[in-house]
């Protein structure tokens, strides 16, 4: 098992940028998918991007070109990079991890892959 901390959310402005960042803990010695989620209220958890230990990445399509995904592996975190805020990116954005290769359709992780979670940090964008 592995325990997972988001910080990093607040408020902006359309067009701004915010990077989360993903502290983990507990044992992290295992290889994971490392994977971003948001959900805004009232809709389904997307999957946003997905990192491997080996550093592959993958974006599902409606961020493409202006988030980025990246790790640490000496501060045991992973980091999301968010450019050019929409305010159609407002959601709780959730790290999550689980052990072995990413599964992804279309670029995107399905949240039942995930077995271990953040609590979440909050992402308003405003007009």
């Known amino acids: 098992q592995v325990q997972l901390m988001e910080s990093g959310g607040g408020s902006v402005e359309s067009g701004e940028s915010l990077t989360l960042s993903c502290a983990a803990s507990?044992?992290?010695?295992?290889?994971?998918?490392m994977a971003w989620f948001r959900q805004a209220p009232g809709k389904e958890r997307e999957g946003v991007a997905t990192?491997?230990?080996?550093?592959?990445?993958t974006y599902t399509d409606s961020i493409k070109g202006r988030f980025n995904i990246s790790q640490d592996a000496s501060q045991n975190s992973v980091y999301l990079e968010m450019n050019s805020l929409l305010p159609e990116d407002t959601a709780m954005y959730y790290c999550?991890?689980?052990?072995?290769?990413?599964?992804?359709?279309?670029?995107?992780?399905?949240?039942?892959?995930?077995?271990?979670w953040g609590q979440g940090t909050q992402v308003t964008v405003s007009s």
């Open positions: 507990g044992e992290t010695n295992s290889r994971y998918c």
């Open positions: 990192i491997t230990a080996d550093g592959n990445t």
């Open positions: 999550a991890a689980e052990p072995g290769v990413c599964s992804v359709v279309r670029g995107s992780p399905h949240p039942a892959y995930f077995s271990n």
